[in-house]
């Protein structure tokens, strides 16, 4: 009987802060073709919190599965799943809050799941067809984050240590470190291990040109 498969391929990409994770999922796009591929990531799903003032929220834990809202995903991507467009929450880092606007994602043959702890909600995991670990040393992993809060977060150096120190690490160590069992792929050396890609973009070709 031949494969009759029309649903996307929904391949989850999980990983540290900083692990390389924007790096695998640029390779996936690349290989597999633009049109092909719609990226849906997990912090976009960061709860309003416009309840509170600033400084309020600056000093929520942001590393926690209670600070998205993860539920909220997992309607997306059931509805890319049956072909419907979704329109997904755009989220201000600066500011630590939700904005009114909103992205359209379409359903495309692959749809890339993004995030440090999309692993670690059941609801989500059971939606993914190929599950991803980007794996990196947590010095290499601190440096990228660091690097990334300040020229694109708009974050001073003191705010990026501390928030890692407080709740990045220990986070990390309780929720993201763990969820790496549920891997179908461990993708070691961040994005750079060019073995591990290839057979990674081999294999999500292939799961693509079956749908």
Not at 189 to 206: E, K, P, Y
């Given at each position: 009987?031949s494969?009759t498969?029309t649903?996307?391929?929904?391949?989850?990409?999980?990983g540290?802060?900083?692990?390389g994770?924007?790096?695998v999922?640029?390779?996936?796009?690349s290989?597999?073709g633009?049109?092909?591929?719609s990226v849906l990531?997990?912090d976009?799903?960061y709860?309003?919190?416009?309840?509170l003032?600033?400084e309020?929220r600056?000093?929520?834990?942001y590393d926690h599965?209670?600070?998205l809202?993860?539920?909220m995903?997992?309607?997306?991507?059931?509805?890319?799943?049956?072909?419907h467009?979704?329109?997904?929450?755009?989220?201000?880092?600066a500011r630590?809050?939700?904005?009114?606007?909103?992205d359209i994602?379409q359903?495309?043959?692959?749809i890339?799941?993004?995030g440090?702890?999309i692993?670690a909600?059941?609801?989500?995991?059971?939606l993914?067809?190929?599950?991803?670990?980007v794996?990196a040393d947590?010095d290499?992993?601190?440096?990228r984050?660091?690097?990334?809060?300040?020229s694109?977060?708009?974050?001073?150096?003191?705010?990026?240590i501390?928030?890692?120190?407080g709740?990045?690490?220990?986070?990390?160590?309780?929720?993201v470190e763990?969820?790496?069992?549920y891997?179908?792929?461990i993708v070691p050396?961040?994005?750079?291990?060019?073995?591990?890609?290839?057979?990674?973009?081999t294999?999500?070709r292939?799961l693509?040109s079956?749908g």
């Amino acid at each position: 009987m031949s494969d009759t498969r029309t649903a996307p391929v929904i391949i989850g990409i999980a990983g540290g802060s900083g692990s390389g994770k924007t790096t695998v999922v640029r390779r996936l796009t690349s290989s597999l073709g633009d049109d092909q591929v719609s990226v849906l990531e997990h912090d976009r799903y960061y709860r309003d919190r416009s309840d509170l003032r600033l400084e309020e929220r600056a000093a929520l834990n942001y590393d926690h599965p209670d600070s998205l809202e993860t539920e909220m995903m997992v309607e997306h991507v059931k509805a890319l799943r049956a072909g419907h467009v979704v329109h997904a929450p755009q989220y201000d880092f600066a500011r630590h809050n939700r904005l009114e606007a909103r992205d359209i994602i379409q359903p495309r043959a692959a749809i890339i799941v993004e995030g440090i702890l999309i692993f670690a909600d059941a609801a989500l995991r059971a939606l993914m067809d190929v599950k991803v670990f980007v794996d990196a040393d947590d010095d290499t992993r601190f440096i990228r984050r660091l690097q990334r809060d300040i020229s694109e977060r708009g974050r001073t150096v003191p705010s990026v240590i501390d928030q890692y120190l407080g709740t990045v690490k220990p986070m990390h160590l309780e929720f993201v470190e763990p969820s790496k069992r549920y891997a179908d792929i461990i993708v070691p050396q961040g994005g750079h291990n060019d073995v591990a890609i290839d057979m990674l973009l081999t294999l999500a070709r292939g799961l693509v040109s079956r749908g």
